[in-house]
């Protein structure tokens, strides 16, 4: 097993309500057909030479309005003046050549390749295999394995030698021969002769997925037809089927010992394994004695604990001996596999889940899809499918000629007959990439060969493996062209880069690094800036409502331990003395905030985080604010006068001026 997994790893009432929900659904047609119609294509406002679509402003207020609103006229309104704003300052952004900074062509490169992936798969057959996936987890199969290596006991690749000893297998099963008897005369898998082609139980994701699909499709006590892979030929039996045992974490005691190793040897381990499961049945502690004893160091150094496994993911001996243990805590007696005496203490068990709405499980089991080599057929139907769309002008070229000159120049010999084609012959085009006689020589370089290494593939293989690849590369390259949602996901990004960096540069970092413009409007605006009722306090927050509970209780009993008792909690705790505006205090407004007085804890639900204050000293409202307590609120006005001017120079530059026809359309469609 371990070494295929490597290599391989009635009423009338009931007619009314009927006829309603058939006009509701017309209605939701029409409905959809409608916002269709006004939005497609419809200019909803322009600034300058420039226009927005009213289905790309849609998008943003429904993808940020997420909340709603009962006056989703006034709503669309508030949004559209800072959607306006928004597109003014990109503009700005292009017109200045941001998008061409090194800093923003990465990021969004960057961004490109961690997002693509997820777009290059058909999203129906991506579903297909999930559900697939959750069919097949619900069962384990026991499988059987016959290999018949393409290559000879010499080492030598000899396909038409496999292909008569697996015809010869197959015809012997074919007749009632013993699987078991059949694995071990001709398997070339080396653990056969022992395990007599019993890999164990398997389930989803144990086997590749061109095998996993053949075990699947064999029902019990069946075997397979002979599979060709690309290292050899492959028969499968279904030795017997179970629901699926889910996954166990377990801890153990591994004595090892060489395959070498004489019988005094084997002898001593397992008196010594009997030694330590009797120990261990009087009380002895499992993870000291794996510390002491146990051969197997990466788990000894975790206190045996193995990480947990599910089927088909260690020797068949072993799993099978793990997962009949039936109770945590319970502890096998010690038992002989190829790697020498094990002892396994059960810790907990997790069952197969056997809901298709469990979004956890499903999502989890998502990801393992996406990961899996299962998805290639996902991105063949997204292939297949954009081929047909791919601009690919094929040139008038001799595929004899090319035949004769890429096998002289690929096996360096001379032409037999002159041909009218050189390295520099146009074959096809995609787009603006024109390729020639000699790129299709550096591919068939790499790509003409068997993947068995039995040989050369046929030209019109290679030729299309050839033009594939380039149609490809052009699909990846160009998929804003060919898929509205990642163009419209890269869109975003970018925009919000520029954003984000002319910001920076008119609004953000002048309000925060021109300190003698921020004083100057501190003196011009110092009016704005006296405190409220405040107090000096100390406000504590708990990373949890016990914490919060134990450290309220101590500084309430005695307030002046507080920073003795906080620290006392480390990580758990932070403390940050300031002086704090009532309103800024945890429960400041609701109770008398007055010196000693230490307020009750007030949870965050978000993060269940838990925070109260000790008050030392209070203020009557009215005081000035020196400018340092002041600057965070100065820096945020001064930074919103800055943008407000900036955007009535905007507004002079791109005149704005908005459709009220087409606004009043999508804000009215209910």
Same mark, same amino acid.
């Given at each position: 097993?371990?070494?295929?997994?490597?290599?391989?790893?009635?009423?009338?009432?009931?007619?009314?309500?009927?006829?309603?929900?058939?006009?509701?659904?017309?209605? +939701?047609?029409?409905?959809?057909?409608?916002?269709?119609?006004?939005?497609?294509?419809?200019?909803?406002?322009?600034?300058?030479?420039?226009?927005?679509?009213?289905?790309?402003?849609?998008?943003?207020?429904?993808?940020?309005?997420?909340?709603?609103?009962?006056?989703?006229?006034?709503?669309?309104?508030?949004?559209?003046?800072?959607?306006?704003?928004?597109?003014?300052?990109?503009?700005?952004?292009?017109?200045?050549?941001?998008?061409?900074?090194?800093?923003?062509?990465?990021?969004?490169?960057?961004?490109?390749?961690?997002?693509?992936?997820?777009?290059?798969?058909?999203?129906?057959?991506?579903?297909? $295999?999930?559900?697939?996936?959750?069919?097949?987890?619900?069962?384990?199969?026991?499988?059987?394995?016959?290999?018949?290596?393409?290559?000879?006991?010499?080492?030598?690749?000899?396909?038409?030698?496999?292909?008569?000893?697996?015809?010869?297998?197959?015809?012997?099963?074919?007749?009632?021969?013993?699987?078991?008897? $059949?694995?071990?005369?001709y398997s070339s898998d080396p653990t056969a002769k022992t395990n007599k082609g019993d890999i164990g139980w398997v389930t989803v994701f144990t086997l590749p997925y061109e095998f996993e699909n053949i075990v699947y499709a064999t029902a019990p006590g069946k075997f397979s037809a002979p599979y060709r892979s690309k290292i050899g030929i492959h028969i499968f039996k279904n030795l017997g089927e179970r629901k699926g045992v889910g996954k166990m974490k377990a801890a153990q005691i591994l004595l090892a010992f060489p395959p070498d190793a004489d019988e005094g040897t084997k002898k001593r381990m397992a008196s010594l394994?009997?030694? +330590?499961?009797?120990?261990?049945?009087?009380?002895?502690?499992?993870?000291?004695?794996?510390?002491?004893?146990?051969?197997?160091?990466?788990?000894?150094?975790?206190?045996?604990?193995?990480?947990?496994?599910?089927?088909?993911?260690?020797?068949?001996?072993?799993?099978?001996?793990?997962?009949?243990?039936?109770?945590?805590?319970?502890?096998?007696?010690?038992?002989?596999?190829?790697?020498?005496?094990?002892?396994?203490?059960?810790?907990?068990?997790?069952?197969?889940?056997?809901?298709?709405?469990?979004?956890?499980?499903?999502?989890? $089991?998502?990801?393992?899809?996406?990961?899996?080599?299962?998805?290639?057929?996902?991105?063949?139907?997204?292939?297949?499918?954009?081929?047909?769309?791919?601009?690919?002008?094929?040139?008038?070229?001799?595929?004899?000629?090319?035949?004769?000159?890429?096998?002289?120049?690929?096996?360096?010999?001379?032409?037999?007959?002159?041909?009218?084609?050189?390295?520099?012959?146009?074959?096809?085009?995609?787009?603006?990439?024109?390729?020639?006689?000699?790129?299709?020589?550096?591919?068939?370089?790499?790509?003409?060969?068997?993947?068995?290494?039995?040989?050369?593939?046929?030209?019109?293989?290679?030729?299309?493996?050839?033009?594939?690849?380039?149609?490809?590369?052009?699909?990846?390259?160009?998929?804003?062209?060919?898929?509205?949602?990642?163009?419209?996901?890269?869109?975003?990004?970018?925009?919000?880069?520029?954003?984000?960096?002319?910001?920076?540069?008119?609004?953000?970092?002048?309000?925060?690094?021109?300190?003698?413009?921020?004083?100057?409007?501190?003196?011009?605006?110092?009016?704005?800036?006296?405190?409220?009722?405040?107090?000096?306090?100390?406000?504590?927050?708990?990373?949890?409502?016990?914490?919060?509970?134990?450290?309220?209780?101590?500084?309430?009993?005695?307030?002046?331990?507080?920073?003795?008792?906080?620290?006392?909690?480390?990580?758990?705790?932070?403390?940050?003395?300031?002086?704090?505006?009532?309103?800024?205090?945890?429960?400041?407004?609701?109770?008398?905030?007055?010196?000693?007085?230490?307020?009750?804890?007030?949870?965050?639900?978000?993060?269940?985080?838990?925070?109260?204050?000790?008050?030392?000293?209070?203020?009557?409202?009215?005081m000035p604010r020196a400018y340092n307590d002041a600057k965070g609120l100065v820096i945020s006005d001064y930074q919103a006068e800055l943008e407000k001017k900036w955007l009535a120079e905007l507004k002079k530059k791109y005149p704005v001026n908005i459709d009220e026809k087409v606004f009043q359309q999508i804000a009215t469609v209910k």
């Amino acid at each position: 097993m371990t070494c295929l997994k490597r290599k391989l790893r009635t009423t009338n009432n009931h007619h009314q309500i009927k006829f309603k929900t058939m006009n509701k659904k017309w209605g +939701l047609a029409v409905f959809a057909l409608f916002l269709v119609e006004i939005t497609s294509a419809q200019t909803l406002f322009t600034y300058g030479p420039y226009s927005t679509d009213a289905k790309d402003f849609l998008r943003a207020f429904n993808k940020n309005n997420t909340a709603g609103s009962a006056n989703k006229t006034k709503a669309m309104r508030d949004y559209l003046d800072l959607y306006v704003a928004s597109r003014l300052k990109i503009r700005e952004a292009y017109s200045r050549g941001y998008d061409t900074l090194s800093q923003i062509k990465n990021d969004i490169e960057n961004l490109r390749s961690q997002i693509i992936e997820n777009y290059l798969n058909d999203p129906a057959a991506s579903n297909k $295999l999930l559900m697939e996936a959750f069919r097949r987890s619900q069962k384990d199969i026991h499988a059987g394995h016959i290999f018949i290596s393409y290559k000879n006991s010499s080492g030598v690749a000899d396909t038409a030698e496999a292909e008569r000893k697996a015809k010869e297998v197959y015809e012997k099963l074919k007749k009632g021969e013993n699987f078991a008897s $059949l694995a071990q005369q001709y398997s070339s898998d080396p653990t056969a002769k022992t395990n007599k082609g019993d890999i164990g139980w398997v389930t989803v994701f144990t086997l590749p997925y061109e095998f996993e699909n053949i075990v699947y499709a064999t029902a019990p006590g069946k075997f397979s037809a002979p599979y060709r892979s690309k290292i050899g030929i492959h028969i499968f039996k279904n030795l017997g089927e179970r629901k699926g045992v889910g996954k166990m974490k377990a801890a153990q005691i591994l004595l090892a010992f060489p395959p070498d190793a004489d019988e005094g040897t084997k002898k001593r381990m397992a008196s010594l394994a009997d030694s +330590l499961y009797q120990r261990l049945l009087k009380g002895d502690d499992l993870a000291k004695l794996a510390g002491q004893y146990s051969n197997d160091y990466v788990s000894a150094a975790s206190g045996g604990v193995v990480p947990e496994f599910g089927v088909g993911q260690y020797d068949p001996e072993f799993e099978k001996v793990v997962f009949g243990l039936t109770k945590d805590g319970e502890i096998s007696k010690p038992f002989l596999t190829s790697h020498g005496y094990h002892i396994v203490k059960r810790i907990s068990a997790t069952p197969v889940v056997r809901d298709p709405n469990n979004k956890a499980y499903m999502d989890q $089991l998502k990801s393992q899809v996406n990961t899996s080599d299962r998805m290639l057929s996902a991105r063949n139907t997204v292939i297949d499918k954009a081929l047909k769309q791919i601009p690919i002008k094929k040139y008038p070229y001799s595929d004899k000629e090319l035949m004769m000159l890429s096998d002289s120049l690929l096996d360096n010999r001379r032409l037999t007959s002159p041909v009218s084609i050189t390295r520099t012959t146009p074959l096809f085009s995609i787009g603006n990439n024109l390729f020639t006689v000699s790129d299709y020589i550096t591919y068939a370089q790499t790509w003409r060969y068997k993947s068995d290494g039995t040989g050369v593939k046929p030209y019109q293989q290679v030729m299309d493996g050839f033009v594939r690849s380039k149609a490809e590369d052009y699909y990846r390259s160009h998929l804003e062209d060919f898929n509205s949602d990642f163009r419209a996901q890269m869109n975003e990004f970018k925009d919000g880069n520029l954003f984000f960096e002319i910001m920076q540069q008119e609004v953000w970092g002048k309000a925060q690094n021109d300190t003698v413009a921020l004083k100057a409007y501190y003196v011009k605006n110092r009016g704005r800036y006296n405190w409220k009722q405040s107090a000096d306090a100390i406000i504590f927050f708990c990373g949890d409502e016990a914490s919060a509970k134990t450290l309220y209780d101590a500084i309430k009993k005695n307030p002046s331990s507080w920073k003795t008792v906080s620290d006392a909690m480390g990580e758990k705790v932070v403390a940050d003395s300031s002086r704090y505006e009532f309103e800024q205090i945890p429960n400041g407004t609701k109770i008398p905030v007055q010196s000693g007085v230490v307020t009750s804890p007030v949870k965050n639900n978000a993060d269940g985080t838990v925070s109260f204050a000790y008050v030392l000293k209070t203020y009557g409202a009215g005081m000035p604010r020196a400018y340092n307590d002041a600057k965070g609120l100065v820096i945020s006005d001064y930074q919103a006068e800055l943008e407000k001017k900036w955007l009535a120079e905007l507004k002079k530059k791109y005149p704005v001026n908005i459709d009220e026809k087409v606004f009043q359309q999508i804000a009215t469609v209910k």
